[in-house]
């Protein structure tokens, strides 16, 4: 766990200001869309046209480059992200209509190495070809390219509270409010959020811890079976909406009630050590433990990367902390890249 995960949120800059304090969706929603005939100059190489077949003869199949797709709500920070992929290595594109998505993905093929990771950034600023995603990524599926989809989400509070920092509209609202705005654009993406591979809540996160998530899933020099975070919380905050399971530790006594306890965290041994002496703590950890080994090798099989595991008690202080750090300990042991973000501790 970092210093980072364990501040309070009044702390941290839910705005996503960079250095003009503005979200990085809403500098670039006056940009326009590609133009039609990019589709046509994208789709020739020195005058002849390409075949929009990533495995096409001549191109290697090991020559295909890494492909992830960055999408999720206005003012999420998507462009942070995408930012932080260009920072480690990745070709950026932004606002690519998804039709060129399998020929941005020959063309890589075609680049003998050089080209090797592209991330795409795709959102509702080009709705009028956001339709061709569907289609797009059956294609790619269809023809064996690896790819992995990135979803940022974040409250509604946070997105106007973004929109209306910087004075601009959603780019969806058109002559309603922003919160209709933001309305249509979550029922526009419902089901590409369904499909993620990773989600991303940034309600509460700033532009650094943004980029810490991403640096965390991406960085590492080999990509993992599997990826887990493990993430305590307090219930009285809220459900983390980026959460895939969640465990409720309230069925256990509170050590807030223990005097000598109460200003210590999950983090104390002594804190821990009353947790797990209490009835059925031990018992939980290892049954769900196995639970989620089995539920693991259903990831795996079905090509899911990353696993947010939510642990939650009143507060999100001590026994969420406590059973986090020893589950997230269980799931190194067994092979699973893990991160421990203790969401709420130092919070109260």
């Not at 480059?65 to 594109?93: N, Q, Y």
């Not at 459900?239 to 050590?255: G, I, K, W, Y």
């Amino acid at each position: 766990m970092t210093e980072r995960d364990a501040q309070p949120t009044a702390q941290r800059d839910p705005a996503f200001s960079e250095t003009q304090g503005e979200p990085q969706e809403t500098q670039n929603e006056a940009r326009q869309d590609q133009p039609q005939e990019a589709r046509a100059e994208a789709g020739q190489e020195n005058g002849a046209e390409v075949s929009t077949d990533a495995t096409a003869a001549g191109v290697p199949e090991a020559a295909i480059p890494e492909l992830v797709i960055i999408s999720g709500m206005s003012g999420a920070g998507r462009s942070t992200a995408a930012k932080c992929l260009e920072d480690l290595g990745w070709f950026v594109v932004d606002n690519l209509p998804p039709a060129l998505i399998p020929t941005m993905v020959e063309l890589g093929a075609r680049s003998q190495g050089n080209v090797a990771r592209i991330a795409v950034v795709v959102d509702v600023r080009g709705r009028r070809f956001f339709d061709n995603l569907r289609e797009s990524l059956a294609d790619l599926d269809s023809r064996g390219v690896t790819r992995r989809i990135v979803f940022l989400e974040s409250s509604d509070d946070a997105l106007v509270r973004r929109f209306e920092s910087v004075r601009r509209p959603h780019p969806l609202q058109g002559d309603g409010r922003i919160v209709d705005g933001i309305a249509a654009e979550r029922e526009l993406l419902r089901e590409l959020r369904g499909d993620a591979d990773l989600v991303i809540d940034t309600s509460s996160l700033n532009v650094h811890e943004l980029r810490a998530k991403m640096d965390a899933q991406f960085a590492g020099e080999e990509e993992p079976e599997l990826r887990a975070t493990v993430m305590s919380f307090g219930f009285k905050y809220g459900l983390p909406v980026d959460a895939d399971l969640v465990a409720d530790m309230r069925f256990l006594p509170n050590p807030h009630w223990v005097p000598e306890l109460r200003p210590y965290t999950g983090l104390n041994e002594e804190v821990s050590a009353y947790v797990f002496n209490q009835p059925g703590a031990k018992e939980f950890l290892d049954r769900y433990a196995e639970l989620l080994r089995l539920i693991a090798a259903g990831y795996r099989r079905e090509g899911k990367r990353y696993v947010t595991i939510a642990i939650g008690c009143t507060g999100g202080k001590h026994r969420s902390v406590a059973v986090s750090e020893k589950l997230a300990a269980r799931l190194a042991a067994e092979g699973v890249e893990t991160v421990v973000v203790h969401r709420d501790m130092g919070r109260e």
